[in-house]
């Protein structure tokens, strides 16, 4: 079959090169309006369901809402893990499914459990909602709104009214949060003294401030000639005309309702606020669709912004980059296009130097676009968009597209040379098909082996797998590419160029062939001596493995941070407010922060479940003349010192892939479950002081699920019903006052507001304004709630976390070391220290616990794929022993790997884990080549085995080993050199194990693999 491909190629080369040349341009459109992202999702599908519960404490959220909620889900097909917290007034709960599971039909399933359960919640919850569809990485923008002139109640409006409603519009946007200002809505202020002094209930404001406002359809009128509508128009529009709506008669009088209450425009009860640099404002986040691009929504974003600044009062200032992850992205595949070209530009000095010929040249890298674009047109056809892991395994594979190319037309070249010289030349034709054909198993056998040795990463599951199996696809796209390429394209130029090349070798050739010609034979006569060095290399090597940091993914420079900022659970917005300025101000002041902006608490139908003791707090820094790391921890410093809180600084993406892997932003987790809230705290608080101890923790901190104090009314059933008062209505009457209840709704244009009942601000102001609280009884008395109902202090959880329907705490911290080591000391700690009482246990979490089932599994399934070469190797060699020798270019790889991870101090991440499985193909190859030859000259040319056969056959393959090889290498030696810019951090590590190992693996393989042939190469196992 091969056979008759290559025959095809070389008959029909002008249609085959010109099919490369609509290949080429195709794929030279198809990459350049490819979509760009910084990774693929890396979520499992998920859905996230809100309930809003007014009042309710977080126990009875927890009884009352989350725990039916999450027993209706809990048996949804699909489903790996449950996650919920309950907090005053609000439950979230997130359901995240087996990874393939269509996210759609999952959100089917869980909406059709909840439409049955949401009849059971009680009275004044919500019903059920499903937030918006959204991607891990989902914010694409924060943009501020600040002023001096317009009032924060203005300025909210407009960025609800009209930034929001505008960016919605945006294809692409899932949702908008607005954080800060002052929410608008009309408040009726019910005043009690002149409520009983005109003998008015509070059921009579309700009913009236609900019936201010009438517009609607009231029918029609039918003539002989039209129908005509009948609209009844008693709307709203002003204040006054809601104080001037009746709210009883007396004695023939109306009373107007601003006559027994105040009517306002007001601010509702904020559950979040905003500072921008220190200074109030409006913040608006905005996060993308599932499956949208970033950098489009986030320019199609940037346009209507734009486009609303005419449109919007003078005075409003636009701070339009808070946070912009697109930044990020376009550094990053900057970075890597860069990376790329460079990586080009050493593999064509490296052919130049080696062929010395522009024709060899030429042919050779083909290979390397027209490999490439195939596999981003592939990519593209199946619906993958171009990000940082599909460029990082177009850079990796740059340098091995071209191998195939350059092992075909070195021997095609070779050939054509030897043909010359015969006293009867064969047609050119001929010599090309048979030289093509010499090598055909290498190539083939080759690039099989080294997309074989990435299988394992398409296996990993996951975060990881998520991220990684982009940079497999691509890798092995192109390597598939470069064989048709090596088997097709190669040939047919080769027959088209080569045929009249002079014969010459390089002047680099020449000179590393002369050394290798002279040390070589010294080498073979003193194997024990090349043996006990190789084998005392992989024994320091082995030795050294168990000494290697572990993390799972490197930091990313990104240029926003998230800084996370808790108080105690019980303070106040204001206070979270104040502290929040102050250090913006402190942030500020450093050089390289170029903004601050402080998100307060949460947003409506946002999924977050912070309190106002919780910030997070978005720093943009300019890396331009300030040195990244040296910002960074001057950031961390001022967090330290500050007192009074507990903060963290993270990355956004890695911010956001902890999340993803644990449920909360960390990268050691420490799960402890149980049933009792007390208890769960205190062995928290012990195994927090057990890991104080503990080299490298820092930013320790437990979760704060603590006892906060709450005002409790309880009802006394026996008083109550003296005055023929429900619990109920008592209930209701205690919410509508300190709560507030919503009975209609103001219309302003297409602008809508609502009409809320409440108290006074005087009498929510402290704990004897609650007691004396005067309730309508229905005789038409008023009586103060302390008569019927105890008021008093007490105890209540601030919020509490369920992981698959159970109670538990996490106890969190950073790393100041590699994170597998830190969690390893932790848990020896934890087990020996740490004592629990029955239906207690520990799991540990984080990205020590991905990064342990990804290594576990990737060690496994690269003992599988390196016993698939072996069969590979044996189904091309037919003999066990060659198979063997072949398989020795793995430990000659790891020598250099763990050397170089050594060598840099760098830690052993899932990068550099894949790195070695790239690396181990590598190794084999060039084992092939050289084994591949040996085979040639005995078995095609006669050559007895001896000496000479290794000594002819090992010069032969020096200079396609040593292209190939450095090839490889060098087009990589940018990720490595750039290690430290932004788009480099997953692939720089991958990057420094393949150089180390090619560079033992290529001098081993010239070095030992000719004394093994010749000592052990014999006598072959048929």
Not at 219 to 243: C, E, F, M, N
Not at 320 to 329: C, G, K, N, S, Y
Not at 974 to 1001: D, R
Request: aromatic share 8%; charged share 20%.
């Amino acid at each position: 079959m091969l056979s008759r491909l290559v025959g095809f190629s070389l008959k029909f080369r002008f249609v085959v090169l010109l099919l490369a040349a609509l290949l080429l341009a195709g794929g030279i459109y198809v990459a350049s309006t490819s979509p760009m992202d910084v990774f693929p999702e890396f979520a499992p599908p998920r859905v996230v369901v809100q309930v809003e519960a007014p009042g309710l404490p977080a126990a009875d959220v927890e009884r009352l809402v989350t725990t039916p909620i999450e027993n209706a889900v809990n048996g949804v097909q699909g489903l790996i893990n449950l996650r919920s917290s309950s907090i005053p007034g609000l439950s979230v709960i997130t359901a995240l499914f087996e990874d393939g599971t269509d996210i759609y039909r999952a959100r089917q399933l869980v909406a059709e459990r909840l439409s049955a359960e949401s009849t059971h919640l009680p009275r004044g919850v919500q019903a059920p909602a499903l937030l918006p569809l959204t991607s891990a990485s989902d914010r694409v923008l924060m943009v501020g709104l600040t002023s001096d002139t317009v009032s924060p109640m203005d300025l909210r409006t407009i960025a609800d009214w009209t930034f929001k409603r505008r960016l919605l519009s945006v294809p692409g946007v899932a949702s908008v949060l607005v954080f800060g200002g002052d929410p608008k809505e009309y408040q009726v202020l019910f005043q009690p003294d002149k409520m009983k002094l005109l003998g008015v209930s509070l059921q009579e404001v309700l009913k009236a401030a609900g019936e201010a406002n009438a517009v609607g359809g009231a029918g029609y009128l039918d003539t002989p000639l039209q129908r005509l509508s009948i609209r009844a128009s008693g709307g709203v529009s002003a204040r006054d005309d809601l104080g001037r709506t009746p709210v009883a008669f007396r004695q023939g009088t109306p009373i107007p309702l601003n006559q027994v209450a105040q009517v306002r425009l007001g601010s509702a009860i904020k559950v979040g606020d905003a500072t921008i640099n220190g200074k109030n404002g409006v913040i608006l986040v905005i996060n993308k669709q599932f499956g949208a691009n970033t950098l489009e929504v986030t320019r199609n974003v940037e346009a209507a912004i734009e486009g609303l600044k005419a449109s919007i009062p003078k005075g409003i200032v636009i701070e339009p980059r808070l946070f912009r992850q697109a930044t990020f992205i376009e550094q990053a595949i900057g970075n890597l296009k860069v990376a790329i070209w460079l990586g080009c530009g050493l593999v064509v000095l490296i052919l130049i130097a080696f062929l010395y010929d522009w024709r060899t040249a030429v042919i050779s890298l083909t290979a390397i676009p027209l490999s490439l674009l195939a596999a981003i047109m592939t990519l593209r056809f199946f619906g993958q968009s171009i990000n940082t892991m599909t460029l990082g395994g177009i850079a990796i594979a740059i340098g091995e597209v071209v191998d195939d190319a350059i092992i075909d037309v070195e021997n095609i070249w070779r050939r054509i040379r030897l043909n010359r010289k015969t006293a009867t030349p064969r047609p050119a034709h001929q010599v090309v098909l048979d030289a093509s054909l010499e090598v055909r198993s290498a190539v083939v056998y080759a690039s099989f082996i080294v997309s074989l040795v990435f299988f394992p990463i398409f296996f990993l599951g996951g975060v990881s797998g998520k991220i990684f199996a982009p940079l497999g696809y691509t890798y092995i796209l192109a390597i598939m590419a470069s064989l048709l390429v090596a088997l097709t394209v190669t040939p047919a130029m080769s027959l088209w160029l080569l045929p009249n090349e002079e014969e010459h070798d390089s002047p680099l050739v020449r000179y590393l062939k002369g050394h290798y010609r002279r040390w070589l034979p010294w080498l073979l006569d003193h194997r024990a001596i090349v043996f006990g060095a190789a084998a005392a290399a992989l024994a320091a090597s082995l030795i050294a493995i168990p000494f290697l940091g572990g993390e799972f993914l490197p930091e990313f420079r990104e240029p926003d941070f998230i800084v996370h900022v808790a108080e105690s659970p019980s303070a106040s917005l204001q206070e979270s407010l104040r502290v929040g300025s102050a250090l913006s101000e402190r942030l500020l002041a450093v050089k390289g922060v170029t903004n601050v902006s402080q998100q307060l608490g949460r947003a409506e139908l946002g999924e977050d479940i912070w309190g106002t003791n919780y910030s997070e707090m978005y720093l943009s820094i300019d890396a331009k003349g300030h040195d990244y790391q040296t910002v960074l921890r001057r950031v961390q410093d001022i967090l330290e010192k500050t007192p009074g809180i507990v903060s963290s600084v993270k990355q956004f993406l890695r911010e956001r892939i902890e999340e993803v892997i644990s449920g909360v932003t960390a990268p050691v987790v420490v799960r402890i479950y149980g049933p009792d809230l007390e208890t769960l705290l205190q062995k928290a608080q012990e195994a927090a002081g057990l890991m104080a101890g503990v080299r490298g923790v820092r930013a320790l901190q437990v979760e704060q699920q603590v006892m906060v104090p709450q005002i409790e009314v309880v009802i006394r059933r026996q008083a109550a019903a003296l005055y023929g008062l429900t619990p109920g209505a008592l209930k209701d009457s205690v919410q509508t006052a300190f709560l507030g209840q919503p009975v209609g709704q103001v219309f302003d244009g297409d602008r809508f507001f609502d009409i809320v009942v409440r108290a006074p601000d005087t009498a929510r102001a402290q704990l004897g304004s609650v007691r004396q609280l005067l309730i309508d009884t229905p005789s038409g008395a008023r009586v103060p709630l302390e008569t019927v109902a105890d008021v008093r202090f007490s105890p209540t959880p601030n919020v509490i976390n369920h992981e698959n329907t159970f109670r538990r705490i996490l106890v969190t911290c950073g790393a100041d070391r590699d994170v597998a080591s830190l969690t390893k000391d932790i848990e020896r700690i934890l087990s020996h220290g740490l004592a629990l009482p029955q239906g207690y246990h520990v799991e540990y979490g984080g990205e020590y616990e991905a990064q342990q089932q990804s290594q576990r599994r990737i060690l496994a399934l690269g003992v599988v794929a390196l016993f698939g070469i072996f069969i590979l190797l044996y189904l091309d060699f037919r003999a066990l022993r060659l198979s063997v020798l072949v398989m020795l270019s793995v430990p000659f790889a790891l020598i250099g790997g763990v050397l170089a991870v050594v060598i840099t101090g760098a830690s052993v991440s899932l990068g550099s884990l894949v790195g070695f499985v790239t690396l181990f193909g590598i190794a084999v190859r060039n084992g092939i080549m050289l084994i591949t030859h040996y085979r040639h000259l005995q078995e095609q040319e006669g050559m007895a085995f001896g000496r000479q056969l290794i000594l002819r056959g090992a010069e032969e393959r020096l200079s396609p080993i040593l292209m190939t090889a450095l090839a490889a290498a060098l087009a990589i030696l940018p990720l490595v050199i750039g290690g430290g810019k932004p788009g480099h951090e997953i692939e720089h590590p991958m990057a420094v194990v393949i150089i180390g190992g090619l560079f033992t693996s290529t001098l081993l393989n010239l070095i030992v693999l000719p004394a093994l042939y010749e000592r052990f190469g014999k006598v072959q196992d048929r």
